[in-house]
């Protein structure tokens, strides 16, 4: 990935290696920006994230290798919130960062995406929780906090998938983050899971192209050997749907850079 927006640290307690690991990684791909984007503190949730008192120590951390790598790559600071309402902190909406990356990994405070809580989906109508999930991303998109909306699709990760044509579900969360002027990201995660394949799917990206929604890219590595892990694959499929630039940031100014 040339640009590379969406990674965390050991400090989300659930991310391992060292911030110039993942550096180290980012430049043997070839990637000429990468963003650290950890999770957000907040006061839910709290064993899979840092603390409030951590987010001196963690920006401190990304900036200094800012200046020591200064000269091989561009390191940029950023967070990724949960889109949790109740739960969401002015603390760290108040940071000076170069962009933020809103995220729902929560439905009510269900964490779907959880390996722990899986056994939830047999509760559950698929078809309704695929239609809170997307109200969750239109909230997310009309509260105006955010630069970039996270793993779109995520709910897809255990293969889950709606009985109802995804376009029609997600319809109104594209017509909100077209509204309020986001970026979605292409995630690779998705190929460390059972879904086996990037978040958004083609069928996804392709409703977006056509919206002129614009993209950035994240290898969403909780680990250095995640960096970069498929990110071909994502850049390849971004051209194959017609895309040539991608978003970046700095300071929170968004600007486009062809990849």
């Known amino acids: 990935?040339?640009?590379?927006?969406?990674?965390?640290?050991?400090?989300?307690?659930?991310?391992?290696?060292?911030?110039?690991?993942?550096?180290?990684?980012?430049?043997?791909?070839?990637?000429?920006?990468?963003?650290?984007?950890?999770?957000?503190?907040?006061?839910?949730?709290?064993?899979?994230?840092?603390?409030?008192?951590?987010?001196d120590e963690y920006e401190k951390m990304v900036l200094e290798a800012r200046e020591i790598f200064a000269d091989r790559i561009k390191i940029l600071l950023a967070y990724e919130v949960d889109f949790l309402p109740g739960?969401?902190?002015?603390?760290?909406?108040?940071?000076?960062?170069?962009?933020?990356?809103?995220?729902?990994?929560?439905?009510?405070?269900?964490?779907?995406?959880?390996?722990?809580?899986?056994?939830?989906?047999?509760?559950?109508?698929?078809?309704?929780?695929?239609?809170?999930?997307?109200?969750?991303?239109?909230?997310?998109?009309?509260?105006?906090?955010?630069?970039?909306?996270?793993?779109?699709?995520?709910?897809k990760i255990f293969k889950f998938l709606p009985k109802t044509d995804i376009k029609i579900l997600i319809q109104d969360a594209?017509?909100?983050?077209?509204?309020?002027?986001?970026?979605?990201?292409?995630?690779?995660?998705?190929?460390?899971?059972?879904?086996?394949?990037?978040?958004?799917?083609r069928e996804i990206l392709n409703l977006a192209y056509e919206m002129d929604i614009p993209i950035s890219f994240g290898s969403d590595a909780h680990s250095p050997k995640d960096v970069g892990a498929n990110g071909e694959i994502c850049e390849n499929l971004a051209h194959e749907i017609g895309y040539d630039k991608c978003v970046c940031f700095e300071k929170r100014d968004r600007y486009f850079v062809k990849f």
């Open 1 to 55: 990935m040339k640009i590379d927006l969406h990674n965390h640290t050991y400090l989300c307690n659930h991310a391992e290696g060292s911030v110039s690991e993942y550096i180290e990684a980012a430049i043997k791909c070839g990637t000429k920006v990468f963003g650290f984007s950890d999770h957000n503190p907040m006061n839910f949730d709290e064993a899979y994230r840092m603390s409030f008192e951590q987010m």
């Open 174 to 201: 594209l017509k909100a983050i077209k509204k309020a002027n986001l970026a979605i990201e292409i995630n690779a995660a998705g190929f460390r899971k059972p879904i086996g394949e990037q978040y958004p799917s």
């Open 87 to 155: 739960f969401m902190d002015e603390r760290v909406f108040a940071r000076q960062v170069d962009y933020l990356i809103g995220s729902v990994h929560f439905i009510g405070g269900w964490g779907f995406d959880n390996p722990e809580f899986i056994g939830e989906y047999k509760n559950k109508d698929i078809d309704k929780i695929w239609r809170d999930y997307f109200e969750c991303i239109k909230a997310l998109a009309e509260c105006g906090k955010f630069d970039i909306v996270g793993h779109i699709d995520l709910l």
